[in-house]
């Protein structure tokens, strides 16, 4: 069996069980009532600086066992719709299974995807997201998803086929997209840009996003999952798109000359 080791544990997040655990409960508040969602947009950056949006924006959901994570392709490796089909992922918290079958499904309904592992094997934007989630839940089986450069019908035909798959499955599985917003402007500008693309994520307006990241020239890394995943809700019958949370690392290092924006959001 195909077993995932961890790319950046010890580097974005503790690679010891102990300090990740405490590090976890320290970042994800404990939420009495947990609101049912067909999606979040959660951050992937390094935990001290887009742990606490990612943390917040997962504790308030109630997450199901099984999650489909969707994130960016920052190495270019592999296939450009990179579905980890088979095995598991390790983190310092334990093994987490690949839901094979609905692995399977996705590949079958959505036919531009391919079973490819090469994609993965150095991407963080997809790992980072998998402790949040096992410290939700005990039993959790994952699918995961990395795209490289896609089209915007592309990435609509994506979602669409993400539906499908999702809305057939009981119960239904939660879509995670994965990205960091504007990289590397002082933090005014950041928060000017980034504030632009989260209005076309809280209007639900897949093609609205991709056409002002482009117009724009917004850095946010993980558009092209976000597009994707926008799609999927709202063909799943989202109708909220909540922001739970917005920062940059300036507001952790105290230097907002050159920031990295961090947005944590709820489709329900």
């Known amino acids: 069996m195909m077993r995932r080791a961890p790319a950046v544990a010890g580097q974005f997040y503790p690679g010891q069980q102990a300090a990740l655990q405490q590090m976890l409960a320290q970042m994800m508040p404990k939420v009495d009532d947990l609101q049912p969602a067909l999606g979040v947009m959660s951050p992937h950056a390094g935990y001290i600086y887009s742990g606490m949006v990612a943390g917040k924006t997962f504790a308030g959901v109630s997450i199901p066992e099984t999650v ?62 998998v402790p949040f989630l096992q410290a939700a839940v005990s039993n959790l089986s994952i699918v995961p998803l990395c795209l490289g450069r896609l089209t915007l019908s592309q990435l609509l035909e994506l979602g669409d086929a993400l539906a499908k798959v999702l809305s057939d499955t009981d119960p239904r599985p939660l879509l995670v997209a994965s990205t960091d917003m504007t990289h590397y402007e002082p933090g005014p500008v950041a928060r000017k840009q980034d504030l632009q693309a989260l209005d076309r994520v809280l209007a639900l307006d897949p093609a609205g996003l991709y056409r002002v990241v482009g117009e724009q020239h917004i850095s946010m890394c993980g558009v092209l999952p ?10 799943m019958g989202a109708r909220r798109a909540e922001l739970v949370e917005y920062r940059n ?20």
Do not use: C
């Open 226 to 235: 976000v597009v994707a995943t926008l799609r999927a809700v709202k063909m």
């Open 249 to 268: 690392s300036g507001d952790v290092t105290g230097d907002q000359s050159a920031v990295v924006g961090y947005a944590g959001v709820v489709f329900s």
């Open 68 to 129: 489909v994570i969707v994130g960016p392709n920052h190495h270019g490796q592999g296939h450009p719709a990179a579905v980890y089909g088979r095995g598991s992922w390790v983190t310092p918290l334990g093994e987490v299974t690949i839901d094979e079958a609905l692995a399977d499904r996705i590949l079958r309904e959505a036919p531009l995807t391919s079973d490819d592992q090469l994609a993965h094997r150095f991407e963080h934007s997809l790992e980072v997201q």
